[in-house]
């Protein structure tokens, strides 16, 4: 794969992470505002099913939130390495590449689920690991 190829890449990458970001954190806002209109509810104070559902819910925004966080970062990060070509970027691209992957092998592993989870837990980590060896060229070539 050459330097040109490699960046290309990389934008796709980032474009498709920020995408992927933007969602998470849509998910996050409507954890929040499902945990929040349930707590407001009355008689939650003797409702031990509802107090469970809005912690449920409150802390899969929390999750949300800090996955749509880091996706938003890392796809940033890719799509700025493949516009700029710079090593320190690369690098870190290559880091949120690598912590992504092993993210989405051991959800995997933890959790197969149904065949299209499979498929697409798999696209996703043959996509990281395309960007990983993205990342690793334009760093390559930013050395030199």
Known sequence: MNLETSKKILRIAGILSIVGAVFMLILSAIGFIGGGSAASQPGIETNEELQKTVAGALVGGILFLFIGIAGLAEG???????????????????????????NLVSNLIKSPGTTSNIVNSLISIALNLLSLYAAYVVRKAAEA
């Open 76 to 102: 940033i990060i890719s799509y700025l390495t493949g516009k700029t070509g710079k090593k320190n970027l690369a690098t870190a691209a290559m880091v949120f590449a690598v912590i992504t992957t092993i």
